[in-house]
T-cell receptor, first 118, second 113 residues
Framework: GAVVSQHPSWVICKSGTSVKIECRSL??????MFWYRQFPKQSLMLMATSNEGSKATYEQGVEKDKFLINHASLTLSTLTVTSAHPEDSSFYIC??????????????FGNGTRLTVT | AQSVAQPEDQVNVAEGNPLTVKCTYSVSGNPYLFWYVQYPNRGLQFLLK??????LVKGSYGFEAEFNKSQTSFHLKKPSALVSDSALYFCAVRDMRDNDMRFGAGTRLTVKP
């Protein structure tokens, strides 16, 4: 149980275009999802917390207009990288928490999306 | 704010030998500590967690971790390493007052046959 599906696994886009990444909880309803960015050989950097039915909470330094997050349903959160540039190339990972889970509940991660902007 | 530190970027061990991946933490309250493993181009997989109780926590794939409050450490261990254990390992902490989880920088474990 507690499967998180992330799509696409990898995407190549041209500079200036926008890319949408989907994160779905397949067998549970996720009121809260998290979006991370991971640079090569580095740790995960929390970008934002996505709450169903409300605005995402962004971490300091993350551009809200650049990285649009929508959590329109209890099983889907999307991250749109707008007007992508080569420096946006990275590995993006989403995770979800089972609702009602306490602070000792682990997060469940998608398999990540490798974005390459040319 | 809570944080974890993984002092080693890389750990190399021979197959069959015991392995240890180190993690220290810093929190203002009671720590909730986790270990995750990441294989290339994949998300993170949960290995084990410490909440309270026994200081030795057993997890998936034969891994265990020892919580040491006086040393503020939560080292990951395995008695006998396998080549397939080669991966990137992350220690993480969640403070009771925060909703998110903070990750260490990661340690790349290489097990050589």
């Amino acid at each position: 149980g507690a499967v998180v599906s992330q799509h696409p696994s990898w995407v190549i886009c041209k500079s200036g275009t926008s890319v949408k990444i989907e994160c779905r909880s397949l067998d549970f309803q996720a009121t809260t999802m998290f979006w991370y960015r991971q640079f090569p050989k580095q740790s995960l950097m929390l970008m934002a917390t996505s709450n169903e039915g409300s605005k995402a909470t962004y971490e300091q330094g993350v551009e809200k207009d650049k990285f649009l997050i929508n959590h329109a349903s209890l099983t889907l959160s999307t991250l749109t990288v707008t007007s992508a540039h080569p420096e946006d190339s990275s590995f993006y990972i989403c995770s979800a928490k089972i609702p009602g889970g306490s602070y000792n509940s682990p997060l469940h991660f998608g398999n990540g999306t490798r974005l390459t902007v040319t | 704010a809570q944080s974890v530190a993984q002092p080693e970027d890389q750990v190399n061990v021979a197959e069959g030998n015991p392995l240890t991946v180190k993690c220290t933490y810093s929190v203002s309250g009671n720590p909730y500590l986790f270990w995750y493993v990441q294989y290339p181009n994949r998300g993170l997989q949960f290995l084990l967690k410490y909440i309270t109780g026994d200081n030795l926590v057993k997890g998936s794939y034969g891994f265990e971790a020892e919580f040491n409050k006086s040393q503020t450490s939560f080292h990951l261990k395995k008695p006998s390493a396998l080549v397939s254990d080669s991966a990137l390992y992350f220690c993480a902490v969640r403070d009771m007052r925060d909703n998110d989880m903070r990750f260490g920088a990661g340690t790349r474990l290489t097990v050589k046959p």
